[in-house]
């Protein structure tokens, strides 16, 4: 007997141990990948903001390293979109531009792979959507950091950005048409509201109203200093319900079904009381995500962060510990969550 309990105690321990390594090597994996995705991420905005600079100061513009870093961006999301699209929530102060174009760029080959276009398609939609703002480098910067609303006149100049971008990429003739046509009509809409034209239905581009959906959602969500940026959920809730007549509602339920349930970056509730972020999905599994605890059920931070799979755990846990039980908002319980990608990229 004594035998039999000492040897059940011995499974239960291996069982504890082996566990606790797979939690280990997934945690080192997950690391090792976003701090790959981030280098990545670095040099891509490093790229764009160096033709930005150019562009800004009337000099010729190179877009070799732009390209070739969206290249590098498409071919690391074929392998595993999870990191680069977790790293949409990091942002850098005094770089609003940047990251909302790079989010764009990203999110864009995200829906294109979702959708199944074509390895041209999806590049032509990553170089579109990391330059479809660089007219702004046009406007005055004091016009796009006022805090409040813009008047009827300064709007209008805003709103020059389209022109401006299309008119200095197309004379420097170093991108495709098709490119050209997303900087050109990303704030067309389909009921004719847009501009710079007032096109209308199917006379905007395809792929124009795919980065114009992305850079909707991505300002909704996006921390850029003149309001609280929505969670995503909220932001695709908000989507969903006004901006079908200006997308096309199909095309908006397409970029919903994306981005899933629950999108990355998502900050959840599980049953335990514990507070974790969604770091990656699960295709199988859409209610059962990767997360990262950001507090345990005693509301305590732990270091470092454990990652959890939330499908590898067995339903009878599932409903007592492990299942979600609600979507949080981290401004609201005080988390700053492009503070903790941060902390996660420098391990």
Known sequence: MAANRQAMGGDVTTTVIKELQRQRDARSAFTAEVQKAAHLHARARVALERVAAEMRSGKPFDLDDVKRAVLEMFENLGRNTNPLLWLVNLRFQHAHTSCHCLNTCILSMVFGLHLRKKRSEILTLGLGGILHDLGLTRIPPLMLEKPEKLSDTELEIVHQHAREGYAALKASGQVTEEVLSIVHRHHERADGNGYPDGLFGESVPPLARMVAIVDAYDTMTGDYGYRPPMTPSEALRRLNVEAGEEYGPELVQEFIRCLGTYPLGSVVELNSG??????????????????????????????????????????????????????????????????????????
């Open 274 to 347: 514990a507070v974790v972020m969604v770091v990656g999905s699960n295709p199988q599994a859409r209610l059962k995500p990767v997360v990262l605890q950001l507090r345990d059920e005693d509301g305590k931070s732990p270091r470092p962060r454990p990652l959890y799979d939330l499908a590898s755990f067995p339903e009878s846990e599932t409903a007592e510990i492990w299942g979600i039980h609600h979507l949080a908002n981290p401004l609201v319980m005080g988390l700053d969550l492009p503070g903790i990608v941060s902390e996660e990229i420098s391990g």
